[in-house]
């Protein structure tokens, strides 16, 4: 009896596989990827301790144990490993992250994952099979982009190193990416990646705030050049999420006789007005748009700003009004209303 049940489950785990096929073979892809990064990270202590290693990397390094512990103690999100060791990238970039969208409608291409759900988006640690995905997703009829990302959170799966590029970036946007990526570790609602992105957005901003408040003070330099970074990045957000309003409104209005060819002309001139208009943003750093200067995207890059930036207002609310901009009662409540996975 227990060797035909033992049978039964091995048959039944068996079709699983052969059902989920490509789902298993990505898993495992995924592993083996976010393993070796695991494995080849050096505990921050060792770089710390390293006479090779460069002094500029090193106050790095224990600026952001300060933020992780701030985050920590001051914010309450959720005391792990994640950040204490960090993965030497070599100049590379190590996770491309896939996204289709619908043509003509902000409906994104999901996939279905377990524990976390439905994803708007897939990664790959291999450029090539991101490449391969995205093209997949074109034939499919999707607007479809891919990009690389600084930064990204495993859920408690595995400890999140320190990527060697996040070095780079200013130590406000630096402070915000860390606080970003612990709030994943905090909070997490299944099925929801628009609320999670925004939550993690807007505790990143006010969270990385507080902290340069509190470690260099409100007069100084620091503080100030971080307020400037995230006027100038909320009015860069307003601008898209405006356009996309707008492409939206474009998009209800194309009757079911119009040809793609024309709804695709009148799209690409919409879009390329909205790009254009940047020029029309007041901004303190005219540089904030260097990367994106004469690009045409499709609606994959308005759906990435709709996913992290459109429910800010609203969260704004209820900090304010309910918490009373108390951020540690904020996410004392949000921990306890979506406990994490």
Known sequence: MIKKISLGIIGILLLLIVWNFELVVYGIKQARGQLNIVWNARPVSAYLSDPAVADSVKIKLQYIQKVREYAIKELGLNDTDNYTSMYDQGGKPVLWVVTGCKPYKFEPREWNFPVVGKVPYKGFFVEKDAMQAMEKLKKDGYDAGVRTVGGWSTLGWFNDP????????????????????????????????????????????????????????????????????????????????????????????????????????????????????????????????????????????????????????????????????????????????????
Do not use: C, W
């Open 162 to 341: 320190i990527l060697s590029s996040m070095l780079n970036r200013s130590i406000g946007d630096l402070a915000n990416l860390i606080i970003h990526e612990l709030v994943h570790a905090t909070i997490f609602v299944k099925d929801s990646v628009e609320f999670n992105e925004n939550l993690a957005s807007f505790i990143g901003d006010e969270g990385a705030r507080q902290f340069l408040q509190y470690e260099y003070g409100a007069d100084s330099e620091e503080y100030h050049n971080y307020l400037k970074e995230v006027e100038d990045e909320r009015s860069y957000v307003a601008h898209i999420l405006r356009g996309a309003d707008s492409l939206e409104v474009l998009y209800g209005s194309f009757a079911e006789e119009l040809s793609d060819e024309d709804k695709e002309m009148k799209k690409q001139q919409l879009i390329g007005k909205i790009m254009q208009e940047l020029d029309t943003v007041s901004l303190n750093n005219r540089n904030f748009f260097r990367n994106v200067k004469g690009y045409q995207p499709n609606n994959t890059f308005f759906m990435s700003f709709m996913r992290y930036r459109s429910k800010q207002n609203n969260l704004d609310d209820i900090y304010t009004n309910k918490f009373d901009q108390d951020i540690r009662a904020f996410i004392t409540f949000l921990k306890k209303e979506h406990p994490f996975l």
